[in-house]
């Protein structure tokens, strides 16, 4: 949990409370000047105001904050943002507005009603996410009038959430043929025609050898083992491509097959991969593709087309 005790960020001069807070003061010197009673009366009930709105005023920095959110997001994606309100005064807090805003997500508002003394609330908020990279935690603000509502309070803090932000899917493109596939000889077996199947696939001498039927060639490949894309970083389009490279990463996954992505620090398989296309910037290269492991098909990820690297 994170207090809201510090000034707001990026606040600039606001004239309004300047004005309200020297209003009686001059009224009052103003009324001996010329000694007109209308004027202090109108004086006196101006700072009997700002001693009621003094008095009144929320006590935010009693009030403290705790965000929880998923490990990873998408670009695009809307994220349940889990916020935990506690009131450590000794009586109920009045009712404010939470903004959190400055963490790669849409801005939002939270009304947040009067929270008993010691208690502790917690709110659900869908957040869009909106920049791709890394997301260390929202800045909470916390804004409530006095009982007046001359003023408007305001506290805020830097609350810990940190998630990583990855691009947003695009259309998936096709992958280069694996070697093993494109040019494999080996014949495992031979079975009846069915339908769907290709001209190309009949056995043209076993079926001569069976009259009135047509038989159909099954070829022998080398089962492809964990894909290694490598994103171009010199791509005209980087963000363009990193959308492809996460649209493979995340159909791969969701077919339960290896797949692994190249960064600026080596090779990272699995949901990791999705990290790394958080995080990569534009640099000088495509990058070091990594000696693979046998089996292994090793696809660059580049526009307007992908080509393999193994």
């Given at each position: 949990m994170v207090p809201?005790?510090?000034?707001?960020?990026?606040?600039?001069?606001?004239?309004?409370?300047?004005?309200?807070?020297?209003?009686?003061?001059?009224?009052?010197?103003?009324?001996?000047?010329v000694a007109n009673r209308w004027v202090a009366l109108v004086a006196c009930l101006v700072v009997a105001a700002q001693v009621v709105a003094l008095r009144t005023a929320p006590r935010l920095s009693a009030l403290a904050v705790s965000v929880t959110v998923p490990l990873r997001a998408g670009v695009?994606?809307?994220?349940?943002?889990?916020?935990?309100?506690?009131?450590?005064?000794?009586?109920?807090?009045?009712?404010?507005?939470?903004?959190?805003?400055?963490?790669?997500?849409?801005?939002?508002?939270?009304?947040?009603?009067?929270?008993?003394?010691?208690?502790?609330?917690?709110?659900?908020?869908?957040?869009?996410?909106?920049?791709?990279?890394?997301?260390?935690?929202?800045?909470?603000?916390?804004?409530?009038?006095?009982?007046?509502?001359?003023l408007t309070h305001r506290r805020s803090a830097r609350v810990p959430a940190p998630v990583l932000i990855h691009p947003a899917p695009t259309s998936a493109p096709t992958l280069p043929a694996p070697a093993a596939q494109a040019g494999a000889q080996d014949l495992a077996g031979v079975r009846p025609f069915r339908a769907g199947d290709r001209a190309s696939m009949v056995h043209r001498r076993a079926s001569a050898r069976r009259p009135g039927s047509l038989v159909v060639a099954e070829r022998e490949a080398e089962p492809v083992g964990r894909l290694v894309v490598v994103p171009d970083l010199r791509a005209d389009d980087l963000d363009r491509v990193l959308g492809e490279v996460t649209a493979v990463v995340l159909d791969e996954l969701a077919a339960h097959r290896p797949v692994a992505v190249v960064g600026p620090e080596g090779l990272v398989e699995g949901e990791g991969a999705l990290d790394v296309l958080a995080l990569i910037g534009v640099g000088p290269g495509v990058g070091v593709v990594p000696a693979s492991h046998r089996g292994d098909r090793v696809v660059v990820a580049a526009g307007p087309g992908w080509r393999s690297a193994s």
């Open positions: 809201l005790t510090d000034p707001v960020p990026g606040q600039g001069f606001r004239l309004r409370p300047v004005v309200a807070t020297l209003a009686g003061p001059v009224l009052l010197l103003l009324s001996f000047g695009g994606e809307g994220v349940e943002h889990v916020v935990t309100v506690t009131n450590s005064a000794p009586k109920p807090s009045v009712p404010i507005v939470l903004r959190l805003r400055d963490d790669g997500f849409a801005q939002v508002h939270l009304p947040v009603p009067s929270i008993p003394a010691g208690a502790t609330l917690e709110l659900r908020v869908p957040r869009q996410a909106q920049e791709r990279g890394r997301s260390l935690g929202p800045t909470v603000v916390a804004q409530g009038p006095d009982a007046l509502g001359l």
